[in-house]
Structure formats: structure tokens, C-alpha cells
């Protein structure tokens, strides 16, 4: 038996609203890494980073991976900023309010499984939308090593203490939720993916009374594991679906 600490590093991301489009539209700020993409090339208020645990080596000496626990550190204070254009309006909460989702999955997610995480986490029971742009994906409890989704909105006892006026403040976590499996692996990869869900951006003519500054903190995931081997027809029942899985989509 083996002991490791796997870990996964995703970068800050710092939003800012764009004043020279013609409507509401996030842009990085100037000293902002890159390492995020809107989902689907278009839609400004989902965002993604992507990451990839190779567990290859493992795998070909027929080895699993097994996992104790799995927890997350942040590098940061977070905070927001918002503008007031229009008198008699103050920010209004859901304006305010910024969803992230970190996954860990041994099945590779389209980009439109990762704008499904923003309504439900992946590997529940489907909630039976209309919107044929929402596709859940074929995923169970036990293709999500680690699942966490945050709610993240303002704290203003750290910020202005007004909404009606430009401000900023310090965020704070108002929902947490962890749906982590620590599912044991046969799998070559592991797929990380941090997606970051925004209201729209301050305009002045659209939406003049929203943010237009957002900044999360780097993320890190780390994985306390160990790598052994298990009977070669549990093994094998293992490497098969996950297979399956992984050519699925």
C-alpha cells in the first residue's frame, strides 16, 4: 500500500464589468490570469477552469486508488464591488450573489453538463427541466470523487453599509454544500473543473444597479489517498466502467 496526497490547483478569478460593450458583459480584469473560460464561448456569466489529475501510472501497473477524505483551502479574502447609476433602486440581493461549483470526476463533462452544475449538482436525481439546453449528464453518486457547491454574497458589516449607493465589501458564504463520494478509482484521469456562475454585469443603460467587480480567491483541492491492489475480478468490473464512462460523452 501506497500513501498520497493528490492535490489540484485552480488560479484566482478576478471579473470585472466591460464599460465599452453595449450591454451587460464580464471581461478579466487587466492583471488577471486567463486560466478561465466562459463555458460556451459566449454566455459571460458562466465560467470554467479545468484541470486534469493523471493517475496513469497507477493504472498501468493495475492499481486503484482509494480515498480517506478530501477537503478544500482557499488563498484569499473575496470580495465584490457594485455600481448605482439609477436613483431610487438599491442593489437588489440576487444581483449580488455568485455560485461556484468544484467537481472532481472520474467522467469528463461536456460544456453543457457544466452549466447543468449551476441548477443541481451533478449525480442527484435530475430535476425535470424544459430547457433543452440544460443536460444533466448520465452521472451517479459514485462518478463525483469530490463535489462542493458555495453560494457566495456580500458581507456589508466589512463594506459599505448601504446598497443604494457604489460600494464594495468582503463576501461571505451563505450556502455550502458538499456531495463528495471518495469513490475508489480505477480510472486514468481524474477531471477537475471550478465553474463559476454570475448575475449580470453593471451597465449603464441594462442593468445599472450591479457589480462590477468580482474577485475569488485561488482554490486548492487536496485528496488524502492511498494506492493498492484489490481481486483481479473486482479490479477488472472497476476498470471496465470506468471506461464506459470516460467514452460516454
Known amino acids: 500500500m501506497m500513501n498520497r496526497i493528490l492535490n489540484v490547483e485552480f488560479p484566482a478569478l478576478i471579473l470585472v464589468d466591460d464599460p465599452t460593450a453595449s450591454s451587460t458583459k464580464w471581461v478579466f480584469d487587466t492583471d488577471a490570469t486567463t486560466n478561465y473560460r466562459p463555458i460556451d464561448g459566449t454566455n459571460d456569466q458562466y465560467w470554467v477552469s479545468e484541470q486534469k489529475l493523471d493517475l496513469s501510472g497507477y493504472t498501468m501497473d493495475d492499481l486503484t486508488v482509494y480515498f480517506r477524505n478530501s477537503f478544500e483551502q482557499r488563498g484569499s479574502v473575496e470580495y465584490m464591488k457594485w455600481k448605482i447609476n439609477q436613483v431610487g433602486r438599491s ?34 436525481i435530475p430535476i425535470p427541466f424544459s430547457s433543452s439546453t440544460i443536460q444533466f449528464g448520465n452521472f451517479n453518486r459514485t462518478h463525483i470523487i469530490h463535489g ?23 463576501t461571505r458564504i451563505i450556502q455550502s454544500n458538499d456531495f463528495s463520494s471518495l469513490e475508489p478509482t480505477a480510472t486514468e484521469n481524474i477531471y477537475c473543473y471550478r465553474v463559476v456562475y454570475l448575475p449580470e454585469a453593471h451597465d449603464a443603460t441594462e442593468n445599472p444597479n450591479g457589480l462590477d467587480t468580482v474577485f475569488l480567491a485561488p482554490k486548492r483541492v487536496i485528496l488524502n489517498a492511498y494506492i493498492d491492489e484489490e481481486p483481479q475480478l473486482e479490479y477488472m468490473m472497476r476498470l471496465k466502467r470506468g471506461y464506459e464512462l470516460a467514452n460516454q460523452v
Open 148 to 170: 462542493t457547491q458555495l453560494i457566495h454574497s456580500l458581507d456589508t458589516s466589512f463594506g459599505s453599509d448601504t446598497l443604494d449607493a457604489p460600494g464594495g465589501a468582503l
Open 91 to 124: 442593489l437588489n440581493p440576487f444581483e449580488a450573489s455568485v455560485y461556484e461549483t468544484t467537481v472532481l470526476t472520474t467522467v469528463p463533462m461536456t460544456d453543457e453538463n457544466l452549466n447543468s452544475m449551476v441548477f443541481m449538482s451533478p449525480g442527484f
